[in-house]
């Protein structure tokens, strides 16, 4: 299975790679299969089911909303934010929805949109499966579709062959575990780096590659500013305010302060991860890294090489995208980057893991002490649950973030210091995390029945 940096860096809208953006493709795709089919003047509804963890934490995680526009035909990387309320307006006034020139849609959304709470389809929690039905609601074509995780989604049949539906392209240097990682980088003499852009070669020439990651890392600086920037409640019942742009005013209007208290790196820190989970809990534009819900980690930590980090370069901020990468394709490979799957571990304990090796590889440390530095990120974040309030992505998400995104800095902080023996490897750690997430009762992946989620009543 080949798994490009792209794969796991995408440019989306928030609040949840799994629940949102995951669906939205998958909603899209049944479009054009129905189109493919010859269907488009027959079909004269789809109806949309969603299974075990879409059902119960979808209202909060967007994932009607995501249906939606998918069924309008737009993707996550090229809708614009702004323009959602008033499609969805639309299309809930008008009861219809415009999927293709050919194909209209009736939409009455209690009939064509359920949402089945007791129900799991049998390869993975976050199943959903759409039928198109002609005028007198026969059914004419039915497919289910699975989001594991990041985006990335997969049909019930490749599922089932467990194979990625994205690509099965040949790279010149495939790893599956971090050995296989260390191994080839040694035989061939690359760092991570190199090897990840050895690989990459095989879908994009150097330029598109090297534009790519500057996107990336640009829509990564856009939401920070975006975070920074716009004040105010967010969606979704709980009435959390944005903490990014006070605490932003307090540190511009305090540059002293730093003088006397060296942790207000910290609250630098703090703030970036803090913008980019606001702005993600708003539906906002967003990286997933490597998904949605754990998406302020990696910004904060490059914001923090890029600012902090004395002899930063632009060369250094594409060596720590592409180590992240390459780690999180170790945890998509041997476990999981969903919640669904494996609780928070699986979101923000990767992002922890990608950013400390991210960071690691950005100040030039070698390849031992880039896996341990995402080892000890992970070693410490064993056991998270996702339990968050209300079925949204913001208590405990938007905090975690943060705390997730200190955690990788001192990861990378404990690697460069060590004198390069440690017990734990890093394919013993994801192991670990995988075993621990196949242990976990179900309430605490994402389910919103387990831990803060019941525990804290709602105001
Ligand atoms: S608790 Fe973690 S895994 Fe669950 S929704 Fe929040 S960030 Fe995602």
């Known amino acids: 299975m080949a798994v490009s940096v792209f794969d796991l860096f995408k440019i989306g809208i928030g609040p949840s790679s799994s629940h949102t953006v995951g669906p939205m493709r998958a909603a899209n795709l049944f479009i054009g299969q129905v189109i493919s089919h010859n269907l488009a003047e027959k079909t004269h509804a789809i109806l949309t089911e969603l299974y075990g963890s879409l059902s119960h934490t979808g209202r909060g995680h967007g994932t009607d909303k995501a249906i939606i526009l998918g069924l309008l035909g737009h993707m996550p990387d090229e809708i614009n934010p702004d323009d959602i309320p008033g499609l969805l307006e639309q299309v809930r006034e008008s009861e219809s929805i415009q999927a293709d020139s050919q194909l209209t849609l009736q939409f009455k959304e209690k009939k064509h949109l359920k949402f089945h709470k007791r129900k799991t389809l049998p390869l993975h929690s976050n199943g959903m499966q759409f039928t198109a039905l002609d005028k007198d609601g026969n059914e004419l074509l039915r497919k289910a579709y699975y989001s594991v995780g990041g985006g990335f989604i997969m049909s019930h049949s490749h599922l089932a062959k467990k194979h990625i539906m994205e690509d099965d392209s040949d790279i010149p240097y495939p790893f599956t575990t971090a050995a296989e990682l260390e191994n080839q980088c040694k035989e061939h003499s690359l760092t991570i780096a190199q090897l990840m852009f050895a690989n990459e070669q095989t879908w994009r020439n150097d330029e598109q590659i090297k534009q790519g990651l500057d996107q990336i890392w640009l829509a990564m600086v856009s939401c920070v500013q975006r975070g920074l920037t716009t004040d105010g409640v967010l969606p979704g019942g709980l009435k959390v305010i944005r903490r990014a742009p006070k605490l932003h005013e307090q540190l511009k209007n305090n540059p002293k302060t730093s003088l006397t208290d060296p942790l207000t790196i910290l609250d630098w820190v703090n703030m970036f991860a803090l913008a980019v989970s606001e702005e993600n809990a708003a539906g906002g534009r967003v990286v997933t890294a490597p998904t949605n819900g754990a998406a302020g980690i990696i910004p904060a930590v490059l914001h923090y090489y890029h600012h902090f980090v004395s002899d930063a370069t632009e060369q250094g901020i594409h060596d720590f995208l592409l180590t992240a990468a390459a780690i999180g394709i170790l945890y998509k490979t041997k476990a999981s980057i969903s919640g669904a799957e494996v609780g928070c571990q699986g979101e923000v304990g990767v992002a922890s893991s990608m950013a400390a090796a991210g960071l690691a590889a950005a100040c030039q440390l070698t390849i031992e002490e880039i896996h341990n530095a995402a080892e000890i990120a992970m070693e410490h ?25 200190v955690k990788a ?51």
């Open 409 to 459: 800095i001192n990861a990378f902080r404990m690697a460069d210091r060590n004198d390069g023996c440690h017990w734990v490897t890093l394919d013993k750690v994801i192991q670990t995390m995988k075993a621990t997430g196949d242990d976990m009762k179900e309430i605490y992946k994402e389910t919103s029945r387990g831990g803060l989620a019941v525990n804290i009543i709602e105001c």
């Open 381 to 405: 974040n064993l056991g998270l649950t996702c339990d968050p309030i209300g079925g949204l992505v913001q208590i405990p998400c938007i905090e975690r973030n943060a705390m997730g995104a």
